[in-house]
């Protein structure tokens, strides 16, 4: 069971990323996927997350309004569309997966990606 994130990269501050996520089963099509990130130093951060069903989405305070999760269960992915990057989004950016009900709270996920790194330049 693997989940591969893809999309991170060097990008000025201003500019845009996608992240994506693909899940090697398709059992992943139903569970709650999510995005974490964790900056040099610093603690791993909840950065979206969203129900199997699209139903439910949440995003932290810090990137609302800039950053969107979406998913496609067809496809077996989970995406994060990042705009007005600052450099303070510099970060491993991490994908997980859950079985439970959607949660803000890393422990709750019991799958995670390999993280794809997103660096943003002043």
């Known amino acids: 069971v693997q989940l591969q994130a893809s999309g991170g990269g060097l990008v000025q501050a201003g500019g845009s990323l996608r992240l994506s996520c693909a899940a090697s089963?398709?059992?992943?099509?139903?569970?709650?996927k999510a995005w974490f990130r964790q900056a040099p130093g610093k603690e791993r951060e909840f950065v979206a997350a969203?129900?199997?069903?699209?139903?439910?989405?949440y995003h932290s305070d810090s990137v609302k309004g800039r950053f969107t999760i979406s998913r496609s269960n067809v496809k077996n992915t989970v995406s994060l569309q990042i705009n007005s990057l600052k450099p303070e989004d510099t970060a491993v950016y991490y994908c997980?997966?859950?079985?439970?009900?959607?949660?803000?709270?890393?422990?709750?996920?019991?799958?995670w990606g390999q993280g794809t790194q997103v660096t943003v330049s002043s």
């Open positions: 089963e398709r059992t992943f099509s139903s569970y709650v």
């Open positions: 997980a997966a859950s079985v439970n009900t959607i949660s803000t709270y890393d422990k709750s996920y019991e799958y």
């Open positions: 969203i129900s199997w069903s699209g139903g439910s989405i």
